[in-house]
């Protein structure tokens, strides 16, 4: 158990002054007669403390370091700014409560928030799934009729950049201690993006 200030005062009085001095050894022994349910305090403790006494004329404990702790009423300006916005960010909380970043991303793990992803699913007009059926029709006739069509087939990985400001996933988010299923829906024939290829040969 560590020693707080007033186990120390105590300590430095047992080590005495003038002529009525004790020994460490002695000083040992007697802490632990008066402190019997305590662990025993050892010579080199002993010595620190009044070395400490010495140099800086008190025992108390020195200023911690690193940074404060968040307390109790930041923490809830941190939740209650994810309640009040789900899709804000761990850079605008943090400007705006002026903390760290760390310390909100700490607070949001502490109280179990997760920022899930959006999920963008394909809009579907009446005539899609028609023109489905349509597709798979064409391209099994295709195939009976030349066994080669598929193979001459270049498949591409295909990436959108919508220019109106479109949702982005990867920079979307939704704060919440449960999984909110959050979905959108998106056009696929948008009249404003940009669009790349980048090849691949099956």
């Known amino acids: 158990m560590p020693l707080n200030e007033r186990d120390r005062i105590e300590i430095l009085m047992m080590i005495g002054v003038g002529d009525r001095m004790r020994t460490q050894q002695e000083v040992c022994r007697l802490f632990h007669e008066m402190h019997p349910d305590r662990e025993p305090v050892s010579q080199s403790t002993v010595s620190r403390i009044e070395r400490k006494y010495r140099e800086l004329g008190h025992v108390r404990d020195a200023p911690r370091q690193g940074r404060p702790k968040i307390n109790e009423n930041v923490q809830q300006d941190v939740i209650l700014s994810a309640l009040e916005n789900p899709h804000c960010t761990v850079r605008q909380v943090s400007r ?17 928030y997760h920022p899930y992803r959006v999920r963008l699913i394909h809009e579907l007009a009446e005539d899609d799934f028609d023109r489905r059926t349509e597709f798979c029709e064409y391209m099994m006739d295709h195939n009976n009729q030349n066994n080669g069509f598929i193979a001459n087939i270049l498949f591409s990985d295909e990436a959108t950049f919508f220019l109106n400001g479109h949702v982005n996933r990867q920079n979307t988010r939704y704060w919440s201690q449960e999984n909110p299923h959050w979905m959108q829906e998106y056009h696929t024939q948008h009249p404003q993006k940009l669009f790349m290829y980048i090849s691949r040969e099956w």
Do not use: A, E, R, Y
């Open 96 to 112: 705006d409560l002026n903390i760290g970043k760390s310390s909100v991303s700490n607070i949001f793990k502490k109280v179990k």
